[in-house]
T-cell receptor, first 114, second 116 residues
């Protein structure tokens, strides 16, 4: 069974630009969650999508948004990038949620904002 | 509010020693879930265990064991006879009951070095 895939793996952007990251979950998984990992703040929950609906959202500004398609693939968008958005963005999929089912993580997208 | 504290930022032990990683959590819910994840140098988090708040039974999986104590709000992780491949960052996490603004909160992680 193929694992969670994330594209691109590495990205360099300039302040003010926007970026879209993609995540393909494990086949059959309907929940996709996104996390930001930085040395200072650690791992922080961004949001979770289930059946194309955002079910939960962490404490991030509105510049961070996402969506999920009918095939469960998910995209995350960050607009008006700031230097502090430089991080490893991790996507995780599970059968149906972050609590009741184990999550499988992708390798992440490392975003550098200059 | 939810909170997960992993007081040990970094631990180094010599191979074959036992090591315990501490995790203390805070929650007002009676139904919640606790997790441990491993993040090896490759970066990809690997699920190790999930525990619900009603199951305080300790669990053993090979060289790994977990001790869940609600009385002290702790969910500690022990590696017995450590190996170099155990070197990684380990995260403890907490999620409150499904369907109630369900979010998962991670601790800051403990970086474990196993020295050959």
């Amino acid at each position: 069974k193929a694992g969670v895939t994330q594209t691109p793996r590495y990205l360099i952007k300039t302040r003010g630009q926007q970026v879209t990251l993609s995540c393909s979950p494990i086949s059959g998984h309907r929940s996709v969650s996104w996390y930001q990992q930085t040395p200072g703040q650690g791992l922080q929950f961004l949001f979770e999508y289930f059946s194309e609906t955002q079910r939960n959202k962490g404490n991030f500004p509105g510049r961070f948004s996402g969506r999920q398609f009918s095939n469960s693939r998910s995209e995350m968008n960050v607009s008006t990038l700031e230097l502090g958005d430089s991080a490893l963005y991790l996507c995780a999929s599970s059968l149906a949620g972050t609590a009741l089912y184990e999550q499988y993580f992708g390798p992440g997208t490392r975003l550098t904002v200059t | 509010a939810q909170k997960v504290t992993q007081a040990q930022t970094e631990i180094s032990v010599v191979e074959k020693e036992d090591v315990t990683l501490d995790c203390v959590y805070e929650t007002r819910d009676t139904t919640y879930y606790l997790f441990w994840y491993k993040q090896p140098p490759s970066g990809e988090l690997v699920f190790l265990i999930r525990r619900n708040s009603f199951d305080e039974q300790n669990e053993i999986s090979g060289r790994y064991s977990w001790n869940f104590q609600k009385s002290t709000s702790s969910f500690n992780f022990t590696i017995t006879a450590s190996q170099v491949v155990d070197s990684a960052v380990y995260f403890c996490a907490l999620s409150e009951a499904e369907g109630r603004d369900d979010k998962i909160i991670f601790g800051k992680g403990t970086r474990l070095h196993i020295l050959p």
